[in-house]
């Protein structure tokens, strides 16, 4: 039988990232916390955590977070039937993984409503589209926004549409680089800007140009920051053309290839068993997208 404490005190560890933190959440001492997760591996008969800095969950740790994860769902659901097992009456509270670009454009529009109705609180982890499904893989949270279509075990992924990328950059940035006008070659030689080492929006670009290998690069892990070093004449990159209309208005920054976007499919992943809550997100997310997101073949 499985004792849930030491199950909170795993998935504590894990989302908190630390001991400390863990603890502070759970009104506990930090040696109370460690003295759970021994036990639990004592229990499991192997290792549950890896203590590094920070913390990850083993494999059998990952199986007992997405347990978890979905047993926290389900218990929502008996407390809306039988209110007196709800002894704390707080707002639930959702664990998401999904890509800056999400968060910075067409999310909060989508879901408000939606958190306020169902008094819902949010626990945003920001990945990177192509990553974000090795949280929920870790079982760190209950679902994720990412490029991958290939759910993980137990899980399942809905296609919510597009979101349209232009390459851009600054007048001034356009005239310095091509004075030629811009080439696949020209593109490929002079800087550009990208979100982080797991972003691979614009190698996927040049690489559909015909153009491989590594090129000159700003790192920028930041949405907002990313459109403001374009302003600037850092570099040219990817950015949302949800996210820049005002800046294509006043000419501030320029498409580099008209008719060339790139269009990334984002996939919603959320449990199977993850009761209705997660069930009525995802009708929502469903319909909330459809007027934002490009419609993909």
């Given at each position: 039988?499985?004792?849930?404490?030491?199950?909170?005190?795993?998935?504590?560890?894990?989302?908190q990232a630390?001991?400390?933190?863990?603890?502070?959440?759970?009104?506990?001492?930090?040696?109370?916390?460690?003295?759970?997760?021994?036990?639990?591996?004592?229990?499991?008969?192997?290792?549950?955590?890896?203590?590094?800095?920070?913390?990850?969950?083993?494999?059998?740790?990952?199986?007992?977070?997405?347990?978890?994860?979905?047993?926290?769902?389900?218990?929502?659901?008996?407390?809306?039937?039988?209110?007196?097992?709800?002894?704390?009456?707080?707002?639930?509270?959702?664990?998401?993984?999904?890509?800056?670009?999400?968060?910075?454009?067409?999310?909060?529009?989508?879901?408000?409503?939606?958190?306020?109705?169902?008094?819902?609180?949010?626990?945003?982890?920001?990945?990177?589209?192509?990553?974000?499904?090795?949280?929920?893989?870790?079982?760190?949270?209950?679902?994720?926004?990412?490029?991958?279509?290939?759910?993980?075990?137990?899980?399942?992924?809905?296609?919510?549409?597009?979101?349209?990328?232009?390459?851009?950059?600054s007048p001034?940035?356009?005239?310095?680089?091509?004075?030629?006008?811009?080439?696949?070659?020209?593109?490929a030689q002079?800087?550009?800007?990208?979100?982080?080492?797991?972003?691979?929006?614009?190698?996927?670009?040049?690489?559909?140009?015909?153009?491989?290998?590594?090129?000159?690069?700003?790192?920028?892990?930041?949405?907002?920051?990313?459109?403001?070093?374009?302003?600037?004449?850092?570099?040219?990159?990817?950015?949302?053309?949800?996210?820049?209309?005002?800046?294509?208005?006043?000419?501030?920054?320029?498409?580099?290839?008209?008719?060339?976007?790139?269009?990334?499919?984002?996939?919603?992943?959320?449990?199977?068993?993850?009761?209705?809550?997660?069930?009525?997100?995802?009708?929502?997310?469903?319909?909330?997208?459809?007027?934002?997101?490009?419609?993909?073949?």
């Amino acid at each position: 039988m499985l004792d849930y404490k030491l199950l909170a005190a795993l998935a504590a560890v894990v989302e908190q990232a630390g001991f400390e933190r863990a603890a502070q959440v759970l009104g506990l001492s930090q040696s109370a916390v460690s003295q759970r997760i021994k036990l639990l591996e004592a229990r499991v008969g192997q290792p549950v955590l890896l203590r590094a800095t920070p913390p990850v969950a083993t494999e059998v740790g990952q199986r007992l977070l997405n347990h978890v994860q979905q047993v926290r769902l389900l218990e929502r659901d008996i407390q809306a039937q039988v209110p007196a097992l709800d002894e704390g009456g707080l707002p639930e509270r959702l664990r998401i993984a999904l890509n800056a670009d999400s968060l910075a454009t067409w999310w909060a529009a989508a879901v408000g409503e939606f958190c306020a109705s169902r008094r819902l609180l949010l626990d945003l982890v920001v990945e990177d589209q192509d990553v974000g499904l090795k949280r929920m893989r870790a079982g760190e949270v209950a679902a994720c926004v990412c490029a991958s279509e290939r759910p993980v075990a137990g899980a399942r992924a809905v296609l919510l549409g597009g979101m349209r990328y232009r390459a851009l950059a600054s007048p001034g940035f356009i005239a310095r680089h091509f004075p030629r006008g811009v080439t696949p070659t020209a593109l490929a030689q002079a800087p550009a800007i990208v979100f982080g080492p797991d972003d691979q929006l614009q190698h996927r670009y040049l690489s559909a140009l015909g153009v491989e290998g590594g090129f000159l690069h700003h790192l920028c892990p930041s949405s907002e920051g990313f459109v403001r070093l374009a302003e600037a004449g850092f570099g040219w990159g990817l950015m949302p053309e949800l996210q820049v209309q005002a800046e294509l208005a006043r000419g501030s920054l320029q498409e580099l290839l008209p008719g060339r976007p790139l269009d990334v499919p984002l996939y919603w992943h959320h449990w199977r068993n993850g009761g209705e809550l997660l069930g009525e997100l995802t009708r929502h997310l469903g319909q909330a997208t459809a007027a934002c997101l490009v419609t993909l073949d």
